[in-house]
């Protein structure tokens, strides 16, 4: 299902690449309907278009996260309610990487041998799935936990 979808969005792409130069009095709403699409079309119920986190909490427990082709360092997280961390991604792989958890809206991207940080707040306890959004490295083993405990 999923490499079908990947292959659909593949055909789709050469398909408006190919009729580029032949549209071009309709390039416009092409690309409109593209977005519209691309947007809708979340890689685990993630999109693209989600903006990175940038905010860094000052104060807030500092919690390293290495990725490398293709996992996590440490994979799992724990936290506790109320807890504020700050999440420093450290991209020690040659492709970039993120280090995602959509239920929370957290997206950290790193280009490869840079660092980011994002901080956020802990508000509710559970197990928060956390992955690397980039099509294919979840799959490829980019995935880890958020454990939030009372
Ligand atoms: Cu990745």
């Not at 792409?13 to 947007?39: E, I, K, N, T, Y």
């Not at 807890?83 to 950290?108: A, F, K, Y």
């Not at 280009?111 to 979840?138: K, M, R, V």
């Amino acid at each position: 299902m999923k490499r079908q979808h990947l292959l659909i969005a593949g055909l789709i792409l050469v398909a408006v690449s190919a009729c580029g130069p032949a549209v071009q009095g309709s390039g416009g709403s092409r690309s409109v309907w593209f977005g519209q699409h691309m947007a809708g079309y979340g890689h685990m119920g993630w999109s693209d278009s989600t903006p990175s986190s940038q905010s860094t909490i000052i104060g807030a427990r500092e919690i390293v996260v290495t990725s490398t082709e293709f996992g996590f360092s440490p994979s799992e997280i724990t936290g506790t309610v109320g807890e504020s961390i700050n999440i420093i991604l450290v991209n020690d792989g040659g492709v970039t990487h993120d280090w995602s958890i959509p239920e929370l809206g957290v997206r950290i991207v790193a280009n490869p041998g840079q660092q980011a940080t994002a901080g956020f707040t802990l508000d509710a306890s559970g197990t928060y799935e956390a992955l690397c959004s980039i099509p294919g490295h979840a799959e490829a083993g980019m995935i880890g936990t958020l454990q939030v405990t009372d």
